[in-house]
Each structure stands twice: as structure tokens, then as C-alpha cells.
């Protein structure tokens, strides 16, 4: 059979997006102990006492600070566990994410 094509080829080009990243930021308030959040931090984030510090004193000075990015269900599982801890105790602690560009 002359002329007849047999053999076609397809190629597939793949492009791996990177996942966007979500920074958990912690917010400051007048009520909830330092303390207080220092053990939250250390327990959902498992930074340091050290970092833990840092992180607290830095919301407390300017208003809020960055606590580390994640991929966005991380992040918006930590800062639901985080929340939760405050809301149990009674303190209006709050976390937020917010994507990072
Ligand atoms: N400002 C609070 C106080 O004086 C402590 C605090 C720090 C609360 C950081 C929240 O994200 C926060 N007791």
C-alpha cells in the first residue's frame, strides 16, 4: 500500500506549576497571657521557646507576624487548630492565612 502513513507520533509537553504558598500570620489582641501564646505557637507551629517568643513579641509590638507559610490545606489547618486552642481557653486569639505572592 503506497503512501499510506502508519507511524504518527504525539508529543506532550508537561509544565509543573509550583504550589502557591500560604503565610499563617498571628494577630495581636489586648486579652490573651503572653504565655499563652508562646504554648499555642509551640505546639501547632513546633517552633522553639526561643522562636515562639520572637513571633508573640513581634505581633504584640506591630499589630502581627508572619509564623511560617505552608501549602494552603496547612495552612488553613494550622490556623484552625491554633484558633480553636484560643477559643477553648477563652481568649480571642486569632490566626489568619493569607496567600503569598
Ligand atoms: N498583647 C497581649 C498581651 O499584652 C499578648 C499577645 C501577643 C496577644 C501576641 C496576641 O498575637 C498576640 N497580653
Redesign the pocket.
Known amino acids: 500500500m503506497p503512501n499510506v502513513i502508519t507511524d504518527r507520533k504525539t508529543t506532550t509537553a508537561t509544565r509543573t506549576e509550583r504550589p502557591r504558598l500560604y503565610k499563617v500570620i ?9 504565655e499563652f ?1 508562646v504554648q499555642v505557637l509551640r505546639r501547632v507551629f513546633r517552633i522553639t521557646e526561643a522562636e515562639s517568643d520572637v513571633v ?2 513581634t ?2 509590638q506591630r499589630g502581627a ?1 508572619v509564623v511560617a507559610v505552608f501549602t494552603r490545606e496547612v495552612a488553613e489547618m494550622k490556623v484552625q487548630q491554633a484558633n480553636d486552642l484560643g477559643r477553648e481557653h477563652g481568649y480571642p ?2 490566626f489568619t492565612s493569607e496567600k503569598e505572592e
Open positions: 498571628l494577630l495581636n489582641d489586648d486579652f490573651t497571657p503572653r501564646v508573640m513579641m505581633a504584640h507576624c486569639l486569632a
